[in-house]
């Protein structure tokens, strides 16, 4: 089964950007559709965006809408989470996510088996 590993994460000022990765081992993620969530203490985990199996199709949520985007790197069996004016709400736990039951976005939790261990995002005002 497919292993996931994000990196990328830190400390960045309201207004900056940072790029997450997620790595994958045992399986192809050009075969799995992709993403990612995050989770703010004391908060639920919530969808942040996602890509469909073929990495044409993206999804996002309204709060991070034009300021996110997703992409997957096949060669390097990666896929991006490149994230620009950065917020302080923006602050979280990101994850990553796969699933091989669809062929589209998934934006539901439930709807992704495989799951990275996470990486911490913080955003200073």
């Known amino acids: 089964q497919v292993q996931l590993v994000e990196s990328g994460g830190g400390l960045v000022q309201a207004g900056g950007s940072l790029r997450l990765s997620c790595a994958a081992s045992?399986?192809?993620?050009?075969?799995?559709?992709m993403g990612w969530f995050r989770q703010a203490p004391g908060k639920e985990r919530e969808f942040v965006g996602g890509?469909?199996?073929?990495?044409?199709?993206?999804e996002f949520a309204d709060s991070v809408k034009g300021r996110f985007t997703i992409s997957k790197d096949s060669a390097k069996n990666k896929v991006y989470l490149q994230m620009n004016s950065l917020k302080p709400e923006d602050t979280a736990v990101y994850y990553c996510?796969?699933?091989?039951?669809?062929?589209?976005?998934?934006?539901?939790?439930?709807?992704?088996?495989?799951w990275g261990q996470g990486t911490q995002v913080t955003v200073s005002s």
């Open positions: 890509v469909s199996r073929n990495g044409v199709r993206t």
């Open positions: 045992g399986g192809t993620l050009s075969t799995y559709a």
């Open positions: 996510a796969a699933s091989k039951i669809s062929l589209v976005v998934v934006t539901a939790e439930g709807g992704y088996p495989y």
